[in-house]
């Protein structure tokens, strides 16, 4: 099925016992098993079933197995936010002494788990520039875990030459993991050019409508974990909290993901609720129509911009001048989702009194609502960050980053405007 069918349909059919065409919200912590014999077997991964809902529910596997078909994947797993996925995402395959190469320009809490939560854990993070693909083979070592990248950079919009990155990670022998939380699987689907993992902030695009949190894990399936034995252990040796099970034995390709839920996932609790997975589930179902209303938004308020006396520069990869347009064609069928940057004539001082002017556009720091929305990064999502690591990640003093929503465009450019010019 074409992706707008997926996000309507995929992972559910209609539940024998009522019918009911909207997913159920299964609000439940527990489930019966049919026998002792059948709850052993349960906890030992050889049937498949519920057993709580820290690690499953019927709501949340609706939400996980649309989430995979929309991005091509084998499977996924549903967390309670963006920043449980990426953590678990890494923690599925890391150990104290490992590191992951990772792209530099990143969301600010992101940056923050890798520059200084986990090296807490003996987990280095090696940060390199994602305009420079070689640099990060020039990272890599032999306790290398994973290489990490933003499909579009946020705040920056940057879009990463991540097939690139796909092939420097593989000629070394790890996966590439790719945050697509701001294009979504309806503008680009990191599998289909190389990555292994792809992970997600629910929060944002897929949700869309600012109610609930979530993320996300998606595993390809494809990335060849058992040839890699001594590299990937907690996937190629036997795990003595699940009786001495091997995950790349019991469950092949999937092997990661399920290691990611029954590992992480069970131990350390991120579960989310089945009230947001039907939230969100509610969002994607519009994903397509949203898309479509954003980039068109996105692309036409970028060039009014432009255009203003007001405003020094506009940062945008939907524009043709955009030094990343030409990877916005390649990997984003041409449209760069709907966050733009851009700097106010006067520095900072200006772009607070732009911000405080505005009366339609909400400023706030999420991204991907239906809403228009406005932040200045440095003050506010990358406030922690020194100058220096400011200055690595790309966020300038004067820069205000715009989320586009589906609002009509000229009541957006008034609302601009008239900030602009006060």
Not at 201 to 210: D, E, W
Not at 257 to 267: D, E, G, K, M, S
Not at 318 to 327: E, K, S, Y
Request: proline residues 5%; contains cysteine.
């Amino acid at each position: 099925m074409r992706p707008e069918t997926i996000a309507v349909h995929g992972g559910y059919t209609l539940d024998p016992t009522t019918k009911s065409v909207a997913v159920p919200i299964y609000q439940t912590t527990s489930y019966a098993f049919d026998s002792a014999q059948h709850g052993a077997d349960l906890f030992d991964l050889k049937v498949q079933g519920n057993i709580y809902t820290r690690i499953m529910n019927p709501t949340t596997d609706v939400l996980e197995k649309r989430i995979a078909e929309l991005e091509g994947g084998i499977g996924a797993l549903a967390l309670a936010s963006g920043s449980a996925a990426v953590t678990y995402a890494l923690m599925t395959i890391t150990e104290h002494g490992d590191n992951i190469v990772s792209s530099s320009t990143l969301y600010g809490g992101t940056y923050n788990l890798f520059a200084h939560t986990l090296p807490q854990f003996g987990i280095e993070v090696r940060f390199a520039d994602p305009r420079r693909p070689s640099d990060f083979a020039a990272l890599i070592d032999e306790r290398t875990k994973a290489v990490y990248c933003e499909s579009i950079g946020n705040p920056l919009g940057n879009v990463t030459d991540f097939g690139a990155l796909a092939a420097i990670a593989h000629s070394r022998g790890v996966p590439l993991i790719v945050d697509n939380t701001v294009p979504s699987p309806y503008l680009c689907r990191p599998f289909d050019h190389g990555a292994d993992i792809v992970v997600h902030s629910l929060t944002k695009y897929l949700g869309g409508h600012g109610n609930s949190i979530g993320g996300a894990i998606v595993d390809s399936g494809k990335f060849p974990w058992a040839e890699h034995k001594s590299k990937f252990k907690r996937l190629n040796e036997p795990d003595v909290s699940y009786h001495g099970v091997v995950y790349t034995e019991a469950l092949g390709p999937a092997a990661y993901i399920a290691r990611a839920r029954v590992v992480p996932l069970r131990n350390m609790g991120a579960a989310l609720s089945p009230f947001s997975s039907f939230l969100i589930l509610q969002g994607i179902e519009t994903l397509a129509v949203r898309m479509d209303r954003i980039c068109e938004n996105a692309l036409s308020i970028a060039q009014f911009l432009q255009s203003h006396p007001a405003v020094s520069w506009v940062s945008y990869a939907g524009l043709p001048g955009h030094a990343d347009h030409d990877l916005t064609k390649k990997y984003l069928k041409g449209r760069a989702s709907g966050i733009l940057t851009l700097g106010v004539k006067g520095g900072r001082k200006a772009g607070e009194n732009f911000l405080d002017a505005l009366k339609l556009v909400v400023r706030l720091v999420n991204i991907g609502d239906v809403r228009s929305l406005a932040t200045h990064p440095a003050s506010t999502t990358h406030r922690q960050l020194s100058p220096e690591e400011l200055a690595k990640a790309g966020v300038s003093e004067d820069m205000v980053r715009l989320s586009i929503g589906i609002e009509h465009v000229d009541d957006l450019k008034e609302d601009l405007d008239r900030a602009l010019r006060a």
